[in-house]
């Protein structure tokens, strides 16, 4: 049977490429909000992540300089996001959409003066399969295992859960996100973790940026693609747990590789109702139809400390 | 001077310093690619306003900017933060479309307004599923509304791909000849060229309206109430929620009013990603214009003389220098709010 065919190791193979920039920015999309800062500047960061991870590869032949580059990037233009919500205690939406605006604007920019062109930049290395012996050579479950980026983000999935359940770290951050006033009572530094849980966002959704530029080894002009967006949709849709997060990401991955398994085995379903899911089940769990998501209690809201 | 006119005076010139500072900021991009920012920033200057078609431009990109400025500013004037301008669009523009192409046998007087209605109304139609669920359940609508926007892309994108292209485009066929709106070279003939039009009309009128609606009618107190103070409001009799519904309706109309520029004024076809970002700015444009409908209107000049500064000073430096500077301005005008509050409390301590 068609719809049969397409539950297949490719369509695991399909879900995993497409879920790894979600599941990152997803992730980043909580630390910001579980630390009261509202982040939909992700798209912006996703697209500086690429673009500065093209560069550092372009530049010195070295995958990893590009990985610390477009960290190095995200963080930057993160930290540009706190100083804006968190010192000068502006609109964090406004802010963010700022920020979108201008990680389109400035990565176009550079794009001309690094590489000539409006469109994409020159061809990069991207980053090589790792030798693993036996498993490697396995079908799909070789190729997810033998790639870095896949492992790296398996691996932030978990730092991340430890890190935010399971350490003095993540107690503070949640508790400034929370309730910032109680938090500084018991001597927690709420800006610091507030910039902290920012720049954790910017570090992250820079990684998804990373994925897609070595993906296509290269940068071509607004790759985000909306990914940003959908990360705050898992993140919603994961009810501001950042292990929740990453498992709606992968599941509107999932949703995307069936209909691009659909469409080769000849089902014609159209693509744009498929792409609506993410953005539905978000509007259907915001407005509590099946079971309520509630940010935390001081998200979007700046700290005045009297 | 009076402490209204200080007040003013004083976010006048904080607003100002704001776009002078990312005017600076703006020069060392300009600077890290080997251009002269002043000479940039001259032939900025004299493209979009001291000639007659670079001005014309600029009033022609101005005046949807001022529709979606006011369907923000009206949102925030009841603290809804309605980033759902881009999506409302989009329908209000698909729904104007369709009926100029479809009702082709109407004479002007009908089709005119019937098109002009139906942007108004795909706006509120679009902005009315987050305005219930606000009301209703209480999710907040600057998500429900993004996710909006991305499914009115999508809706109009399937609607477009599979029913209403014209082969070999992403555009719908033309409304109809009566359908079009004037071009304001007919009148200016200096204008030549530009597809400036008098939806620019249309869009003066509504800041007065705005104005008209916000001060001297019984909802716009009750609108700036709700603002203000919602519990208080609602103490004093006010039906909040019947007011919230009705002030994101209206907001949503504007916002596919909007769309009339483009569709009746311009193009005369619905266009995939025809916005172009319209709806986005606008939050920038109520911003800098402080919700004022005046305010509004220099503030949708710089941002329409941004916009279509990109093509003058495209030989001198990457166009998208234009993208920063539109960043920085939002970035810096949020950022000096704060300051601005804080002359403002030393005022009063007089």
């Not at chain 1, 477009?70 to 804006?84: N, T």
């Not at chain 2, 006011?70 to 009841?78: R, S, T, V």
């Not at chain 2, 209000?92 to 109407?106: I, K, N, P, R, S």
Request: glycine share 10%; net charge positive.
């Amino acid at each position: 049977m068609d719809l049969f065919q397409i539950f297949s190791l490719a369509l695991a193979g399909q879900t995993i490429r497409i879920s790894v920039p979600y599941i990152l920015t997803a992730m980043g999309a909580t630390a910001s909000e579980l630390g009261g800062v509202v982040n939909i500047g992700l798209e912006g960061l996703i697209l500086i992540g690429a673009f500065c991870s093209v560069l550092g590869n372009f530049y010195t032949g070295s995958p990893w300089a590009g990985i610390l580059c477009a960290v190095a990037g995200g963080m930057l233009f993160a930290w540009l996001h706190a100083v804006v919500s968190i010192k000068f205690r502006a609109n964090q939406i406004i802010s963010g959409l700022a920020i979108n605006i201008l990680a389109v604007g400035a990565t176009k920019f550079f794009l001309k003066y690094f590489f000539h062109s409006s469109s994409n930049s020159g061809r990069i290395s991207g980053i090589a399969r790792l030798d693993v012996p036996v498993i490697g050579g396995i079908p799909v479950i070789g190729d997810i295992v033998s790639n870095p980026l896949i492992l790296l983000t398996g691996l932030l999935v978990f730092a991340v859960w430890y890190s935010v359940y399971r350490t003095p770290f993540g107690l503070r951050l949640r508790a400034v996100g929370e309730n910032p006033e109680a938090a500084d009572t018991l001597g927690v530094n709420v800006r610091r973790m507030r910039y902290l849980g920012v720049l954790i966002s910017g570090a992250l959704a820079a990684l998804g940026g990373v994925w897609l530029a070595y993906d296509q080894h290269q940068f071509t002009d607004g790759m985000s693609g909306g990914r940003g967006y959908i990360a705050l949709a898992a993140m919603i849709f994961g009810k501001w747990n950042p292990v929740l997060a990453a498992l709606a990401a992968l599941f509107f991955g999932f949703a995307e590789a069936v209909q691009i398994q659909l469409q080769t085995v000849g089902v014609k379903l159209p693509v744009q109702f498929i792409q609506m899911i993410p953005y539905l089940l978000t509007i259907v769990v915001l407005a509590g139809t099946f079971s309520k998501a509630a940010p935390p209690s001081a998200d979007g809201v700046p700290y005045e400390k009297d | 001077m009076n402490k209204n006119t200080k007040a003013f005076l004083i976010n006048l010139g904080v607003t100002l310093a704001a776009v002078l500072a990312s005017l600076v900021v703006g020069a060392f991009f300009i600077l890290l690619v080997h251009a002269n920012p002043a000479l940039v920033y001259r032939r900025l200057f004299e493209g979009v306003i001291l000639n007659p078609y670079g001005l014309a431009q600029t009033l022609f990109k101005a005046t949807p900017l001022i529709m979606t400025g006011l369907a923000l500013a009206l949102g925030f004037k009841a603290s809804i933060f309605n980033i759902g301008a881009e999506g409302q669009m989009v329908i209000g523009g698909f729904v104007c479309a369709w009926l100029g192409f479809t009702f082709t046998g109407l004479p002007a007087a009908l089709l005119v307004p019937l098109c002009l209605a139906g942007a108004f109304a795909g706006g509120m139609l679009w902005a009315s599923v987050p305005a219930v669920l606000k009301i209703k359940t209480g999710a907040h609508e600057v998500i429900t509304t993004i996710m909006m926007n991305f499914i009115a892309l999508a809706l109009t994108n399937y609607l477009i791909t599979a029913y209403f292209h014209l082969p070999e485009t992403v555009h719908t066929q033309l409304i109809a000849g009566s359908a079009a709106l004037p071009r304001l070279d007919h009148y200016v003939p200096a204008f030549r060229g530009s597809p400036a039009n008098v939806t620019l009309f249309m869009a003066a009128a509504l800041c007065f309206a705005f104005w008209w609606l916000i001060w001297k009618t019984p909802y716009g107190y009750e609108t700036r109430a709700i603002g203000l103070n919602p519990s208080a409001a609602e103490t004093g009799g006010i039906h909040i929620n019947r007011n919230l519904l009705l002030t994101f309706l209206i907001s949503g109309g504007l916002s596919g009013f909007a769309a009339v520029n483009f569709i009746m004024g311009y193009k005369h076809y619905y266009e995939e990603g025809f916005t172009q970002g319209v709806g986005f700015m606008g939050i920038a444009v109520a911003l800098v214009g402080q919700n004022n409908p005046f305010g509004i209107i220099f503030a949708a000049l710089l941002f329409g003389a941004l916009s279509h500064g990109t093509l003058v000073i495209n030989a001198l430096v990457p166009k998208d220098i234009i993208q920063i500077l539109q960043a920085l301005v939002i970035l810096f005008v949020i950022s000096s709010n704060l300051l601005a509050k804080k002359y403002m409390a030393r005022l009063t301590e007089d």
